[in-house]
């Protein structure tokens, strides 16, 4: 689906200024031209802009329904016909979650629905079953499902408040600029090496590992609590997803200010393409800009061991030797000392991250740990170290292998961590394959996060003191960042260089409702 024509958004405002002369108005919300809601059903065309909702009387509460712009290849935003229901006075500035509404679903909003309650902050003046929103290609139906409250909506026409969504993306992509300093391209041999001599430099010191019984870091990472994590899981060489990561929510600004951790829970590398599974100068791209942000961000990135962070000759993709000729990738286009520094590099990766409120590793959890000082001394311990690393097909036999919650439980016991915790996982969730809203798998305690979807790039923050799963669409944003880099380079500001043609600066139309700041 295209963006919104000029005609089409001029069409939409005519037909909601028809419903508000037919229904009473809304004297609860700050814009002209709103409408009460009254209890028969009232159907929109397809919102060609972004809705104001008031569930609740002149105190209650307010979301905005935007549609959703996704980048493609050429650096304009297009609408897929998915909107995102937000929080405005926090999804603009905070880490936050939202609610995505797409074609054929039915969205009814209210304290009853749990993912809601983890999502947005309802407070007591929304009801349990407050206002029912159905997409489908023919239009919105919005319901009105309070008993008392009532359901006040309204366009948001003012071009500002049109353009926010996605002037917020471009933004983020300029602020990405600006951390890398310069396009993610392959480096030469010499800066190559250097640049990973100090990643390891940086790892021979890194902030908050327990160091083992040498005296050196070992395979724990004892992260600061009030730190807001942001999970990643396999990545595969899809740098794209990294991407779309960095430049989505308000992740990369809460790095910069120091606020948040970025946790990529290993297996960045190996494309897991069966047609592309002997390609390799993706996963040395890849490689290359986790070890930019990491040393960009020394105690704020980190790294943990997964099952292709390795040359094991076992790591195999497609009747094919990944770990072999990743080796050898590195060996012919860095060459040998590069890839005895990529070896020394795997070498010092932890494996086990923890908080009081989490405990992450790449496959599995540390279920047979007698307590943190087998993890620390992870290297006394490699079976252990293959199972947290090593992600196993399900025909073969892996020790202590099944576990549950009763064990999940009885780990954070033995551990000294609250029952509340959660364990956070890599690898592929069962039920990933074609399943959009499980890209971060929930099993009670248990969450298993996946980022190397073709299509969806799932992952796991922290909001109102909650892990929160969250999932974007996959956009080639390789293409498009270094297409703004480099025009930025010519003396173009990065935010102006993404100013597609295909996303004129409309004039705003005479009838349009106007807002007043809150």
Not at 306 to 332: N, R, T, V
Request: net charge positive; with cysteine; glycine share 8%.
């Amino acid at each position: 689906m295209s963006d919104p024509s000029h005609a089409k958004r001029k069409g939409f405002l005519r037909h909601f200024r028809g419903l508000v002369r037919e229904a009473d108005p809304c004297a609860d919300l700050d814009l002209r031209g709103s409408l009460r809601l009254g209890k028969s059903t009232v159907r929109l065309p397809p919102p060609a802009l972004p809705l104001q909702i008031l569930l609740g009387g002149e105190q209650g509460y307010r979301l905005h329904l935007y549609p959703e712009p996704v980048l493609d290849a050429e650096g304009r935003f297009e609408h897929r016909g998915s909107y995102l229901l937000v929080d405005p006075m926090t999804y603009f500035s905070d880490i936050s979650g939202f609610v995505r509404l797409s074609e054929g679903e039915t969205l009814t909003l209210g304290r009853d629905d749990p993912t809601q309650r983890l999502l947005l902050r309802y407070p007591r003046t929304v009801e349990p079953r407050h206002l029912r929103l159905k997409l489908s290609a023919d239009g919105l139906a919005i319901k009105n499902k309070s008993t008392a409250a009532g359901v006040c909506i309204a366009p948001l026409a003012a071009t500002d408040l049109m353009e926010r969504m996605s002037r917020w993306r471009r933004l983020a992509l300029a602020r990405l600029a600006r951390v890398l300093g310069g396009p993610i391209e392959p480096l030469a041999r010499a800066p190559a090496l250097e640049l990973i001599e100090q990643i390891i430099a940086l790892m021979d010191q890194e902030p908050y590992r327990a160091l083992n019984h040498l005296g050196q870091p070992g395979g724990l990472l004892i992260l600061p609590d009030r730190a807001t994590p942001i999970f990643v899981g396999d990545l595969r060489a899809r740098i794209d997803n990294l991407l779309v990561i960095l430049t989505q929510n308000a992740f990369l600004q809460a790095l910069e200010e120091g606020s948040a951790i970025l946790i990529i829970l290993g297996s960045a590398v190996h494309p897991d393409r069966p047609e592309q599974a002997a390609e390799m100068d993706s996963s040395i791209l890849m490689m290359d800009l986790v070890f930019r942000l990491k040393l960009r961000f020394p105690e704020r990135v980190f790294y943990l061991r997964g099952h292709h962070d390795s040359f094991s000759e076992a790591i195999s993709y497609a009747g094919l030797p990944q770990g072999s000729l990743w080796e050898d990738a590195l060996h012919q286009t860095r060459g040998p000392h590069y890839r005895d520094a990529m070896r020394r590099f795997y070498a010092r990766l932890p494996l086990v991250a923890v908080t009081s409120r989490y405990l992450a590793a790449h496959a599995a959890p540390p279920i047979e740990a007698d307590g943190w000082q087998t993890l620390v001394d992870i290297d006394r311990h490699p079976e252990l170290a293959d199972r947290l690393a090593r992600v196993r097909h399900p025909s073969e036999h892996a020790p202590n292998g099944a576990y549950g919650r009763r064990e999940v439980s009885r780990m954070f016991r033995r551990l000294g961590l609250a029952e509340s915790a959660v364990c956070v996982l890599g690898g592929r969730p069962a039920s990933a394959a074609g399943q959009r809203a499980r890209d971060t798998e929930e099993i009670g305690q248990h969450r298993r996060v996946f980022s190397a979807d073709p299509h969806w790039v799932g992952t796991l923050t922290r909001a109102h003191k909650r892990l929160l799963p969250l999932c974007y669409p996959a956009e080639p944003l390789l293409e498009v960042y270094n297409r703004l880099v480099c025009t930025a380079g010519g003396g173009i500001s990065p935010s102006r260089a993404l100013a597609s043609p295909g996303e004129p600066t409309w004039p705003t139309p005479t009838d349009a409702p106007d807002e007043v700041p809150r």
